[in-house]
């Protein structure tokens, strides 16, 4: 039988918009989609560089007319973002395969913690992405007349839908499109701030005085408890600074071999960067004693003070490119929210707290649906708040420190477990113990002082999404303990029908191809009792049809399998093993049997790409396909569960090969 491949037309619109689809067969693919260190942190660090736009900020507004007690927050942030970062290492460290946050509460403390851990995640990315995007658009807008701000919102949009389209094409392409953006912001950054110490250098001792000389002052007059008040409420309201650390560790799969290696270098360049440009702009602040103005970010008033005895012609330049590139800095923010979003989104659906589509891979070896979705939910997001950035803040603050302080909980707990193995056991729970206890006052404080103003919402659709996820869960246990019923009972079946029909080693070894005869072609799954059910359903019902029986596996590559060239060719093997035991169970009730085998994402492609090969020697074939069927009727089964068969039916229809479907009656 001939067949003749053609390519439909949304195809090729698909590989100019997305790309042709990547070739796993390729060994060269890991290195071609990965990042090195300085794309990671690009990519992945995006979203903690940003932070330095609005996080002293908000922590210098808290310090109302105590200035001087910037260098006291100032190193207080460092000192956090060392710890942070150094314990995230740790993680790295312990879950190479990445996972960050969600992994570490689901392994060391309980499944269920690392749920709860891995929906303030999502929720936070989802914020990342909105509030990032949002944050963007009103910095450029500010560059404009007032009567342009009615396009504010179409532009954010327009801005995210093309975020989806390039995270839809594969991760490096978007962050090499992203590059030059980030590294403008890098540069103009550093330069400001070398030339903020360099020309206020005389001031620098006078500085370190008013400091002194401030906080005895408000000691006087607030006391010592009032002031370590105001000092650490600035503190913990710059909270904003350490979002984006936990990325790298969320991000390891796509990472450069080594990974941890590369990792590493990558958590250094972001804690050195940030706590960099941190105390930098801060002291910057208490050096030009800037005053808040409700018009400007505090950056850009610390940019016009310090370049106003500057040529107007080189000074505005340098003040709007710098301006500039804090905004588009913004959107590239938004990157590690499509990055890190979709693989937490694709982990939970792996472990069954979200449907296990989630974890499938497009051609492109992305996380497809978790990209859409994540973008999709932040244009609606966008359009409900109209994009303001003060409300968005608000529900940004919390989930972040949700997830650090379940984290340090759990390394804290695995550090005293293993303290009679570990020789460092102690300087690790050390480093976890400080961070647990500096994110978990800068989660309270958080939650108190936010909670009116629109934290609640925050709690409110994490506690939703942690619902939504538990009864997905619950459905999928319930379903996995049926299948388990039904393992055995079709075991059973076989077992009676080997008795009647069955034959022994030598007759196995006298079966032989029948080119002329009918041939049954089985798709199957990894090797269960819905495979093996198919097979008896079909040697029972179909007798005339199945002189020859041929296995055809599809070995689905998702999130779980795809994360390096060794956890694939485990996946090969299984793939092998799988049709090697179909075939050895068909040749047991007297059947010649092959099987053929192949991995991609996409089933039915993969079924479609095999016919030509699969079809060449035979006559008369028959395809089956077994479709599970439930006694009871469950709420979005559609969603929890996937429906291959019927699409694979419809497109060999279309060739004109007979498909049949076998009903699989899961037992309650």
């Not at 969600?102 to 309980?110: G, I, Q």
């Not at 999404?465 to 393992?487: D, E, P, S, T």
Request: aromatic share 12%; proline share 3%; glycine share 8%.
């Amino acid at each position: 039988m001939k067949m003749e491949i053609r390519i439909p037309t949304y195809l090729g619109i698909k590989n100019v918009v997305l790309g042709k689809a990547r070739s796993l067969s390729d060994s060269g693919t890991f290195h071609k989609i990965s990042l090195v260190a300085f794309l990671a942190w690009i990519g992945l660090g995006s979203d903690g560089i940003s932070s330095s736009s609005y996080g002293p900020e908000e922590a210098f507004r808290y310090l109302g007319q105590h200035h001087s007690l910037a260098l006291f927050v100032a190193l207080g942030t460092i000192f956090t973002i060392i710890i942070i970062s150094s314990s995230y290492k740790q993680i790295i460290k312990l879950f190479p395969h990445g996972g960050g946050g969600y992994f570490v509460a689901s392994k060391l403390l309980s499944p269920s913690i690392g749920m709860i851990s891995g929906s303030a995640l999502l929720i936070d990315y989802l914020l990342t992405i909105t509030l990032s995007i949002s944050s963007g658009a009103d910095a450029i807008f500010s560059f404009l007349p007032a009567h342009f701000h009615q396009f504010k919102l179409i532009i954010a949009v327009a801005v995210l839908l093309l975020l989806i389209i390039m995270n839809m094409r594969g991760v490096k392409e978007s962050v090499m499109i992203l590059t030059p953006i980030f590294v403008l912001f890098m540069a103009t950054h550093i330069f400001l701030i070398f030339y903020v110490f360099i020309s206020k250098s005389p001031d620098l001792v006078q500085t370190v005085t008013d400091t002194t000389s401030d906080f005895k002052s408000s000691v006087a007059q607030l006391g010592m408890l009032g002031t370590f008040f105001i000092i650490m409420k600035a503190y913990s309201m710059g909270a904003g600074t350490f979002t984006g650390i936990e990325a790298v560790s969320n991000g390891m799969p796509i990472l450069r071999e080594p990974k941890m290696a590369t990792a590493r270098k990558t958590m250094n360049l972001m804690a050195a960067s940030l706590s960099f440009l941190v105390f930098g702009l801060l002291m910057g602040y208490a050096l030009y004693k800037v005053q808040v103005n409700p018009f400007k970010t505090l950056n850009a008033v610390l940019l016009e003070a310090s370049t106003s005895g500057w040529n107007k012609l080189i000074g505005y330049p340098f003040v709007t490119i710098t301006l500039f590139s804090e905004a588009a800095l913004l959107f590239v923010a938004a990157q590690t929210g499509f990055l890190d979003g979709p693989r937490i989104m694709a982990n939970m659906a792996a472990d069954q707290w979200l449907p296990k589509r989630f974890a499938s891979l497009s051609d492109r070896l992305v996380n497809q649906r978790g990209v859409i979705l994540m973008g999709l939910s932040a244009i609606v997001l966008m359009i409900i708040s109209g994009g303001k950035v003060s409300l968005l803040v608000v529900l940004y603050s919390i989930n972040v420190f949700i997830t650090f302080t379940l984290s340090q909980l759990g390394m804290v707990r695995h550090w005293w477990h293993v303290r009679k193995k570990d020789k460092e056991w102690l300087k690790g729970i050390v480093v976890n113990g400080i961070g647990l206890s500096l994110t978990s006052f800068i989660l309270i404080s958080v939650v108190i002082f936010k909670f009116r103003e629109g934290g609640w919402a925050t709690l409110v659709f994490t506690g939703a999404l942690a619902f939504v996820a538990f009864r997905i869960r619950k459905h999928y246990y319930k379903v996995k303990c049926r299948l388990q019923k039904l393992r055995v009972t079709a075991f059973g079946q076989f077992k009676e029908l080997y008795k009647t029909q069955g034959i022994n080693d030598k007759e196995i070894e006298n079966l032989r191809y029948k080119a002329d005869a009918p041939t049954a072609i089985i798709l199957v799954s990894g090797f269960g009792g819905t495979g093996l059910t198919a097979l008896m359903k079909v040697v029972e019902n179909f007798p005339g049809t199945c002189t020859n029986i041929i296995f055809l596996r599809i070995g689905v590559i998702n999130s779980k399998n795809f994360r390096g060239t060794r956890e694939m060719d485990e996946f090969k093997e299984n793939v092998i093993k799988d049709g090697s035991k179909y075939v050895e169970y068909a040749n047991k009730l007297g059947y010649y049997s092959r099987y053929f085998w192949t991995i991609g994402t996409d089933p039915v492609f993969e079924i479609e790409g095999m016919l030509p090969r699969l079809l060449h020697n035979i006559k008369k074939p028959t395809f089956f396909g077994g479709q599970l069927v439930f006694a009871k009727r469950y709420s979005f089964e559609g969603l929890l569960h996937n429906h291959t068969i019927f699409m694979v039916q419809r497109k060999l229809f279309k060739r004109g090969i007979p498909v049949i479907i076998l009903p699989i009656n899961v037992p309650d």
